[in-house]
Structure formats: C-alpha cells, structure tokens
C-alpha cells in the first residue's frame, strides 16, 4: 500500500507533536488541580504510559513485521474479532481526532479570530491536513523533520523571555504531602502519552527498523522533558493560580514584556499551536485512513483521504457541545478512554499473541518427538 518509507528519526518527528502540540496548552492547567507545586514532576511519573505503549507497539511488530495492527488484529484473535477490534480502533481515531479538531477551532476562534465560524476554521485545517495525507507518509516524515525544529525554537524563546518574571519560591515546598499529588496529578498526561501507540501505523514502512525502538523511546523522552519544561516555567510564574486557567501557556506568553518593546506575543503561541496541530491531525489521519484501507482490504488509501476529512470534520462538530464540556472530557474520562484503546487492548493482543505463539512451538515440539 505505501510505498515510500520514513527513517526512524523521522518517525520520531512525527511522534512529538502527535502529543505535544494539545498537550503544552491544556496539561498544565489540568495537572495542577491535582499535584499543586509537584505539578512538575507529573510528566515524569506520565511518560511510564509512553514507554509502555513503546513497549507493547513493538512487541507486537516483531511478532508481526510489516503489519499494522488492523492485520495483526485478524491474525491474532481470528476474523471476526479481529475485524470488531479494528472497527474499535477506527470509531476511535474518528472520535478523537474530531475532538482534537475541535480544541484547535475552539482555541482558534476563542482567543484570536473571534468573528470567524469554528466551522471554517476546523474545515481549513481538515482540508490542508487531507493535502498532507493524501501526498504520502514520505512527505509527512519530511514536513515534520521540517517543522519539529520551528516549534522547538519558538517554544525556547518562550521560556527565555519569561525568565525575568519566574520565582523560584513557587515551587517550594516540593512534595510537602509526599509523592501522591505528583502521582495523581500524572493520570491525565498519561493519556496523551498513550498516543505513542500511533507508531504503531508507522513502524511498518520504516526504513531503519531496527532503530525504530530507539527512536520511539526517544519520542518518549523528548515529549516528558517539554511537558516538564513547560509546567515548570508554568509555576514558577503563577504559581498557585495556575488550576484556574484553560490555557495556561496562553495566558502567560502576555505576562511577557521586554523594555516595553517586546511584548503581545501571543502570535507565537498561534503559531506554535497552528503547526504543532497541524501535524498531529496529520498523523491520526494518516492512521485512520490507512485502517480504514486495510480494514476493507483495499490496495491504497489514498481515495479514502477526503470522504474521511468529511467525516473527521462532521465528527469535531459532533464531539463536544461547547469548550467547557470538552475541557470536562479531557480532564475527566478522557485518559483512561486513551490508555484503554491504545495499551490496555493492545496489551491484550500482545498477550494472546504470546500464548498463541507458544502453544504452536509446544505443537511442534510434541510433533517432532513423535517423528523421531
């Protein structure tokens, strides 16, 4: 089906923004409800949920190399259920990419195009993401080893710029009431991590599989050292008011102002969240069109492209009421949805496949001695 292939550093590209790029706006805000001034150590305890879903993603591979788990799913519990685990997968990367087109709109809309229909701004992002898609994976690996590096730089200047007005005091005293708030404060990142599980969709048209694991650990590592950076330069400049707002990064790139020169610096964060978005749209749209090939076993995916960015635009309208319902998901039932569609069912397949795996070699094992 696909024909051109990505390098696993490219693979790796595409991984970090699949998570950072909603992660950096709403996880700060969210973890600090439940961890307070621990809030960032939560990255730490969440990225475990990144390694494991690494972890699982490339089990399954091995056991099953240049198949994507909509294959490996028949392979392991038979057709039927395979088929029904692959519908799940698919309702699944509908829901939430239509959720994630939604944040981006709802962002959007909320704080800087404030006439503009959400419909029209989700629609445009749909339609440049379906362009994307439909050229091939080896132009998305190329445009996020492009633009990767864009949403780094600007992220770092960020924090510098706001260097001037931290407080180290913020953050004391560091695990007052011990390691459970940090820990508890990790439940909801811990759903973004699990869309590591994405590499899933791509380790199959790896060039350099055998760097794949590495570089998907690395993903892992790059993605808890923002959230890290992020919440940390977070609390040091609003300290404990920072639960109260939705966006906190937003709020705070105002706080900014350099000889009365260098301030409104809130095209940056536009920008950052523009391309960050922008890229991991196109990643889960990738997945879903590629599952929805193989799901009806058809030879390329590519002329599913628009009828699915039709459907992924009809599902962002459809997902959520409004920004406080959708907040309400997010930092409620919203991670253990993730983690249970992309580790826990997975971790079942990976099991079953094991058993499955060991039950054969005992087979034939007991063959080969009644041969002899």
């Known amino acids: ?6 390098t696993s550093v490219q693979m790796m ?12 706006l709403i996880v700060p805000g969210v973890t600090a409800h439940h961890a307070k001034q621990d809030m960032w150590i939560s990255p730490l305890w969440a990225s475990l949920a990144g390694f494991l879903a690494v972890y699982i993603t490339v089990r399954l591979h091995r056991l099953y190399p240049k198949k994507t788990p909509i294959e490996y799913s028949v392979d392991i519990v038979g057709q039927f259920l395979g088929k029904l685990i692959g519908l799940i997968w698919l309702f699944f990367y509908f829901h ?7 944040e981006y709109g709802e962002f959007v809309v909320g704080n800087f195009l404030f006439r503009t229909p959400i419909s029209v701004v989700m629609g445009s992002m749909v339609f440049v993401c379906a362009v994307a898609v439909r050229s091939g994976l080896n132009v998305l690996g190329q445009l996020a080893q492009l633009l990767v590096p864009f949403v780094i730089m600007l992220l770092m200047m960020i924090v510098i710029l706001l260097l001037p007005d ?3 005091r913020n953050m004391l005293p560091i695990m007052e009431k011990g390691v459970m708030p940090s820990i508890m404060g990790s439940v909801i990142p811990q759903g973004w991590f699990s869309e590591c599980f994405l590499m899933a969709f791509l380790l199959p048209y790896v060039i350099d ?12 590592v790059f993605i808890a050292l923002t959230l890290l950076m992020t919440n940390l330069v977070t609390l040091l400049v609003f300290g404990a008011i920072t639960a109260h707002f939705v966006y906190p990064v937003m709020t705070i790139v105002r706080y900014i102002s350099i000889a009365d020169f260098l301030e409104h610096l809130e095209a940056v964060v536009m920008a950052l969240w523009v391309v960050g978005v922008f890229l991991k749209i196109s990643v889960f749209y990738y997945a879903i069109a590629v599952a929805m090939a193989k799901w009806l076993n058809l030879e390329h995916y590519q002329p599913l492209v628009f009828p699915v960015g039709w459907i992924l635009l009809f599902m962002s309208i459809w997902a959520t009421r409004d920004l406080m319902e959708l907040t309400h998901f997010v930092a409620t039932t919203g991670p253990f949805y ?24 005992s087979s034939d094992a007991v063959l080969q001695e009644h041969g002899k």
Request: proline share 5%; aromatic share 10%.
């Open 338 to 361: 993730l983690m249970f569609v992309q580790i826990i069912l997975p971790w079942l397949l990976l099991l079953i496949a094991k058993w499955r795996k060991r039950a054969v070699s």
């Open 166 to 168: 931290i407080d180290l």
């Open 209 to 220: 599989q055998h760097n794949g694991p590495k570089w998907g650990n690395m993903a892992v």
């Open 13 to 24: 590209f595409l991984l970090y923004p699949t998570v950072i790029a909603t992660a950096i």
């Open 1 to 6: 089906m696909e024909k051109e292939k990505i």
């Open 96 to 102: 939430v990419t239509g959720i994630v087109i939604r």
